[in-house]
């Protein structure tokens, strides 16, 4: 895909690293597993929204942008580096979090207050639900507000994962399946959008780290929606349904950023085999899933798997007294 037509602005560092876990697979019995390493990104400690907002703050300067609007949960790795490119290209930040101010912050929500961000706390509402009410009201002061959606999931979003796994495939071509946290979306839709565009066979497995999804209408149709609303934009032909969505319910565990046992014991394994860190809401559920798909046999030791590691590492601190109780 022609990405030089599309703004965007250089906030990372790319390609980020891919490589083998030698212990890890080991220690599984199972297929030879890899990692995609986007927790080294290096936009404030890394992340794969990064590759998102390079596209969408492209945009925003391209509207002449005067402040910028974001919106997630407390421990929003989204918001983190929302802020952090913010501060970088020195645009005031809002964000919108769930919950209520701590009283003292920690994880990602001290990296918020670093990166300069102004914080308003939205009790239940982490979806960014009063998002339009802010942007309303910062326009009524005369600024030039540019929203970044709920986990940078639209469809200029979308753009940086579809440019990622064009990345990946330069990097090593014989890998057989991708495992990665699916959460607002554009992750999962823009690999569709580029497995369809580079005619790949490579599988897509998305693992459901949110029951909330699930709460209007299911979540793979809207993956799906949202992979042809980037399609019909950019003058691509693939059209996608529910049905072309790999999406896996098993490991919901007990619920978004609820840290259970299957997610402590992926975040210690990889730890202690390779001294790679997951994060408690999303990595940690996903590699959960992937460790016990391979406990379910359901890959065969020739089989090539990338683990993609889609960062969240600052919340790990603010999960201590769950992680070694």
Same mark, same amino acid.
């Given at each position: 895909?022609?990405?030089?037509?599309?703004?965007?602005?250089?906030?990372?560092?790319?390609?980020?690293?891919?490589?083998?876990?030698?212990?890890?697979?080991?220690?599984?019995?199972?297929?030879?597993?890899?990692?995609?390493?986007?927790?080294?990104?290096?936009?404030?400690?890394?992340?794969?929204?990064?590759?998102?907002?390079?596209?969408?703050?492209?945009?925003?300067?391209?509207?002449?942008?005067?402040?910028?609007?974001?919106?997630?949960?407390?421990?929003?790795?989204?918001?983190?580096?929302?802020?952090?490119?913010?501060?970088?290209?020195?645009?005031?930040?809002?964000?919108?979090?769930?919950?209520?101010?701590?009283?003292?912050?920690?994880?990602?929500?001290? @990296? =918020?207050?670093? &990166?300069? *961000?102004?914080?308003?706390?939205?009790?239940?509402?982490?979806? !960014? $639900? +009063?998002? /339009?009410? #802010?942007?309303?009201?910062?326009?009524?002061?005369?600024?030039?507000?540019?929203?970044?959606?709920?986990?940078?999931?639209?469809?200029?979003?979308?753009?940086?994962?579809?440019?990622?796994?064009?990345?990946?495939?330069?990097?090593?071509?014989?890998?057989?399946?991708?495992?990665?946290?699916?959460?607002?979306?554009?992750?999962?839709?823009?690999?569709?959008?580029?497995?369809?565009?580079?005619?790949?066979?490579?599988?897509?497995?998305?693992?459901?780290?949110?029951?909330?999804?699930?709460?209007?209408?299911?979540?793979?149709?809207?993956?799906?929606?949202?992979?042809?609303?980037?399609?019909?934009?950019?003058? @691509? =032909?693939?059209? &996608?349904? *529910?049905?072309?969505?790999?999406?896996?319910?098993?490991?919901? !565990? $007990? +619920?978004? /950023?609820? #840290?259970?046992?299957?997610?402590?014991?992926?975040?210690?394994?990889?730890?202690?085999?390779?001294?790679?860190?997951?994060?408690?809401?999303?990595?940690?559920?996903?590699?959960?899933?992937?460790?016990?798909?391979?406990?379910?046999?359901?890959?065969?030791?020739?089989?090539?798997?990338?683990?993609?590691?889609?960062?969240?590492?600052?919340?790990?601190?603010?999960?201590?007294?769950?992680?070694?109780?």
């Amino acid at each position: 895909m022609n990405w030089q037509s599309i703004a965007r602005q250089p906030l990372g560092f790319f390609p980020t690293p891919m490589h083998s876990l030698p212990s890890l697979s080991a220690h599984l019995a199972g297929p030879q597993i890899y990692i995609k390493r986007d927790d080294l990104s290096g936009l404030a400690l890394g992340g794969n929204k990064v590759r998102k907002l390079e596209f969408l703050l492209g945009e925003a300067l391209q509207q002449k942008a005067d402040c910028i609007i974001s919106a997630g949960a407390a421990q929003s790795n989204h918001c983190r580096q929302t802020a952090a490119a913010a501060a970088k290209l020195n645009l005031p930040c809002y964000l919108l979090l769930g919950g209520k101010a701590p009283e003292h912050a920690q994880g990602n929500v001290l @990296l =918020d207050k670093l &990166f300069g *961000a102004t914080v308003i706390w939205t009790g239940e509402q982490r979806k !960014g $639900e +009063g998002i /339009a009410a #802010l942007e309303a009201k910062l326009k009524n002061k005369g600024l030039r507000p540019y929203v970044v959606p709920y986990g940078g999931s639209d469809a200029i979003g979308c753009l940086g994962f579809a440019a990622a796994l064009e990345e990946l495939l330069q990097q090593q071509s014989d890998i057989e399946e991708i495992v990665f946290a699916s959460s607002s979306g554009a992750t999962h839709a823009g690999l569709m959008l580029a497995k369809a565009y580079l005619d790949s066979s490579i599988q897509l497995r998305g693992i459901n780290i949110d029951k909330a999804n699930h709460r209007t209408q299911h979540f793979s149709q809207t993956i799906a929606d949202l992979a042809n609303t980037a399609s019909e934009q950019f003058g @691509l =032909d693939s059209q &996608f349904s *529910a049905r072309d969505v790999c999406l896996d319910d098993e490991y919901l !565990g $007990e +619920g978004y /950023a609820v #840290l259970g046992d299957a997610e402590r014991e992926a975040i210690m394994l990889l730890a202690e085999t390779e001294g790679i860190l997951l994060d408690p809401v999303y990595t940690a559920k996903a590699m959960a899933g992937l460790i016990a798909r391979v406990r379910q046999g359901k890959y065969s030791s020739q089989q090539k798997i990338l683990f993609w590691h889609t960062g969240g590492t600052p919340a790990l601190f603010a999960y201590a007294k769950q992680l070694l109780s």
